[in-house]
């Protein structure tokens, strides 16, 4: 498959494609979702040989289930408070707490 042919599927033109595979880019997540769907690929194929701790949890279903439901958030505001929350409760489990 082309790489301009690619890009129209992805929603993005060739030249973001290029970028994404040199690695100048980070693939935004729906893009990813559709680059493996259009390459008839599950998402963790583009993660093979990645460090074992972000193979695990990039392999989860629950990322997956995460991702597909946060691309749909089209409202920027709620999209950003989904973010905060998530950061917020990743620093606090890092931080050893299970409460805020």
Do not use: W
Not at 74 to 92: G, N, V, Y
Request: proline share 3%.
């Amino acid at each position: 498959m082309s790489v301009e042919c690619l890009a129209e599927i992805v929603g993005a033109d060739a030249a973001q494609m290029r970028r994404y595979e040199a690695g100048d880019e980070r693939v935004k997540a729906d893009h990813l979702l559709r680059i493996a769907r259009a390459l008839d690929e599950k998402v963790p194929y583009f993660f093979e040989g990645a460090p074992a701790e972000a193979g695990e949890t990039l392999q989860s279903d629950e990322v997956f289930e995460i991702v597909r439901a946060f691309v749909k958030i089209h409202d920027p505001i709620k999209r950003r408070s989904i973010l905060d929350l998530a950061r917020l409760l990743s620093s606090a489990q890092n931080a050893g707490s299970d409460t805020l």
